[in-house]
């Protein structure tokens, strides 16, 4: 896979992609959750789980803190706000580590695919939290994003992802460093996308999105480069629709390695959780420039969001609804 073309690359995700049938019923086509929103961040959480919401996945859930719950549930009435989380300052003599995380844990098994990082900030309570919500996520092998304050776990404790193959990191240039530094790997030696092929491996499988002017991804066994045309404009929080992009994806992934619908079945897990991160990331790509050729200069995040759907059908393309 690695001399393919784009197109053969996209092709290959579009195989992944259900097809819209009345014999679906609600939630199969992808449950996911986006674990973050701080008090001070509540606009990442929501960008994420709306580009989910767009990509096509059947439930959108945030988990985040009361504070940013009340928030985020005036952006949108489509999401499925869950105010589970707490900041150390905002918990009450009656709550614990525990009680906050068994109640975000009790989630899970709803769930096709978690994303973690968004709006999450550094507090401790938040982190440990997500910490445990990792721990059992890899018992019951459901696929996990990192990003953001999410990656900062991957950087302090990555012995929480090491040998994780259901897990993917999504890098930028600084945040690649720190994970490199934390598994030793030198990254002032050899290729962009060799480097991030050496960092998957140190991490024992785990799939990286180094996020870049092109997008290096590799879990160590395939490497792809993603360099389709994006935006000039460098806004914070586009990395947010990627997040969702990525997990409506691997909730699709999910769907056809459970063969919800015939198709051929011939690729296998590692490929696939490879051209999900493809996917996403030329979806993104494709919005970012999207919503740059709309706004230019003035372009933020939220642009991206009204554009999720079109760069779905221009970059992959949507299937016919009888097969």
């Not at 105010?83 to 068994?102: A, C, G, T």
């Not at 900062?152 to 600084?174: K, W």
């Not at 960092?199 to 590799?218: E, N, P």
């Amino acid at each position: 896979m690695a001399n393919a073309t784009r197109k053969e690359i996209l092709g290959k995700v579009y195989k992944m992609i259900p097809p819209m049938l009345e014999s679906f019923h609600k939630g199969q086509l992808g449950r996911v959750a986006v674990i973050g929103g701080s008090e001070d961040y509540t606009g990442a959480p929501y960008f994420s789980a709306m580009a989910s919401a767009k990509l096509g996945c059947d439930m959108s859930h945030v988990i985040c803190e009361p504070g940013a719950g009340a928030v985020i549930k005036t952006y949108s009435p489509n999401l499925m706000v869950h105010p589970y989380m707490r900041q150390s300052k905002n918990l009450s003599s009656s709550e614990s580590l525990d009680s906050v995380s068994s109640e975000v844990l009790s989630m899970l098994s709803r769930l096709h695919v978690i994303v973690i990082g968004p709006g999450l900030g550094r507090d401790k309570l938040m982190q440990d939290t997500c910490a445990r919500v990792i721990e059992e996520a890899r018992k019951q092998g459901i696929p996990f994003v990192l990003d953001a304050d999410g990656l900062y776990l991957a950087q302090t404790r990555p012995e929480l992802v090491d040998g994780c193959t259901e897990c993917i990191l999504t890098p930028n240039v600084v945040e690649f460093g720190r994970l490199a530094k934390a598994k030793g790997v030198k990254i002032d030696e050899g290729k962009p996308e060799e480097l991030c092929s050496k960092l998957a491996k140190a991490f024992g499988g785990v799939t990286i999105i180094q996020k870049g002017a092109k997008d290096f991804i590799s879990n160590g066994k395939y490497t792809l480069v993603s360099d389709g045309e994006g935006g000039l404009k460098r806004s914070g929080g586009q990395g947010d629709t990627l997040t969702g992009s990525l997990a409506t994806l691997l909730a699709y992934r999910k769907a056809y390695h459970d063969k919800i619908w015939d198709h051929e079945g011939d690729i296998e897990p590692a490929e696939t959780l490879a051209l999900a991160a493809y996917g996403g990331s030329a979806v993104t790509r494709e919005c970012s420039r999207l919503a740059f050729k709309e706004k230019g200069r003035s372009l933020q995040a939220g642009d991206l969001t009204q554009h999720v759907h079109e760069a779905f059908l221009n970059v992959i393309g949507e299937k016919g609804s009888k097969l």
